[in-house]
Antibody, heavy 120, light 108 residues
């Protein structure tokens, strides 16, 4: 059974940093692209960042480019999101999602999310 | 950036009735379109990809159609567990994937 468990969320002041983690199990982690998708309270879904199986291809939404860094450790079956210079508009539930093999832009499994609140 | 627009924002349907949800892309996405279901307090779940292929374990009452810029998700006979928010998402543009704003299907 595929499991994705996010951690690292919390309350942080504007301008500070936070690092999210996602622990994966139930599949061969280093065969698949992985993503972060967020959802602001009461709002829709926004793709944040994605990384290919070997970290060779990485992408970011314009809203986080230059502030967020995605990475993965295939030996630890883990995905990360380093978030710097946080803003109030980054407040959201952050989901870790697995890319489907045929196209890594399809998100076929999701974690339950970790909440990030940016406020003074 | 490709903008995805869903309509209506809210759809009121009685159990057992058909629901038809629409999704429009600001430019062609070919058949690179997925649909997700999200229930309150839960993560999204993949329903449809490739515009019309059901994901593993998705009941046959869910069907998708369309290509280019116009897409439809149809739920043939709504069950109580189908009342949720539905999102479309394009994955045609490499590393710039975008979602629609969602359609809430509520009990009439």
């Amino acid at each position: 059974e595929v499991q994705l468990v996010e951690s690292g969320g919390g309350l942080v002041q504007p301008g500070r940093s936070l690092r999210l983690s996602c622990a994966a199990s139930g599949f061969t982690f280093d065969d698949y692209a992985m993503h972060w998708v967020r959802q602001a309270p009461g709002k829709g879904l926004e793709w944040v960042s994605g990384i290919s199986w070997n970290s060779g291809s990485i992408g970011y939404a314009d809203s986080v480019k230059g502030r967020f860094t995605i990475s993965r450790d295939n030996a630890k079956n883990s995905l990360y999101l380093q978030m710097n210079s946080l803003r109030a508009e980054d407040t959201a539930l952050y989901y870790c999602a697995k890319g489907r093999s045929s196209s890594w832009g399809i998100f076929d499994y999701w974690g339950q999310g970790t909440l990030v609140t940016v406020s003074s | 950036e490709i903008v995805m627009t869903q309509s209506p924002a809210t759809l009121s349907v009685s159990p057992g009735e058909r629901a038809t949800l629409s999704c429009r892309a600001s430019q062609s996405v070919s058949s690179n379109l997925a649909w997700y279901q999200q229930k309150p307090g839960q993560a999204p779940r993949l329903l449809i990809y490739g515009a019309s292929t059901r994901a593993t374990g998705i009941p046959a009452r869910f069907s998708g159609s369309g290509s280019g810029t116009e897409f439809t998700l149809t739920i043939s006979s709504l069950q109580s567990e189908d009342f949720a928010v539905y999102y479309c998402q394009q994955y045609n543009n490499w590393l710039t994937w975008t979602f629609g704003q969602g359609t809430k299907v509520e009990i009439k």
